[in-house]
């Protein structure tokens, strides 16, 4: 399997339309949003439109995931969240949900769900006041993991590329979409 995760520096920052982005790039790629809070009327599936996609976990409440878990009954393990890529072979596009250090559950953070799937992060920002601290803080934790960092994605234009490329000894591409989402 080959292809990238994608995490934020916080939820609603646009890691849906830079997934929508690269999916359209990469028609041959399969999309996954392994776990989707406030659906519906959320869904980043549909939002992204991908030709193909796998299933995930869908919970109600519009809230982190191991609140919406708990309000519907459930605890979520990581072996449930997985269960959809038993047997896949590809290219995958993967969407996290909210930032970096979201629980699913007691114990299990989004970091252990991206440990466990084993492809590259891309780190995805708003490029806005408080942008460099945010980006910073994100990549040292996946770092901090043993995770590998593909690269930071700045939606918009607020001119911080230079300087969380170089304090974070990063690669940085700016709003690849042309625009401010």
């Known amino acids: 399997m080959n292809g990238v995760f994608i995490t934020g520096t916080d939820t609603g920052i646009g890691k849906t339309t830079y997934a929508r982005w690269l999916m359209g790039r990469h028609t041959d790629a399969t999309y996954w949003k392994p776990v989707q809070t406030g659906s519906p009327p959320d869904d980043d599936t549909a939002a992204v439109g991908a030709a193909r996609s796998l299933p995930g976990i869908r919970l109600r409440e519009p809230v982190s995931p191991h609140l919406a878990a708990a309000l519907e009954g459930r605890t979520l393990t990581l072996d449930a969240v997985l269960a959809p890529l038993a047997g896949f072979e590809g290219t995958l596009v993967v969407e996290g ?78 709003d690849p979409l042309g625009r401010n989402p």
């Open 97 to 174: 949900a909210g930032g970096l250090l979201v629980p699913f559950a007691p114990g299990i953070l989004q970091t252990d769900l991206i440990a466990a799937v084993g492809l590259p992060v891309v780190v995805v920002a708003r490029d806005r006041l408080g942008t460099i601290n945010h980006t910073l803080l994100t990549v040292d934790a996946l770092r901090s993991r043993g995770l590998a960092v593909a690269g930071v994605v700045l939606l918009g234009g607020d001119g911080n590329r230079a300087a969380i490329e170089a304090y974070g000894d990063v690669s940085v591409v700016e």
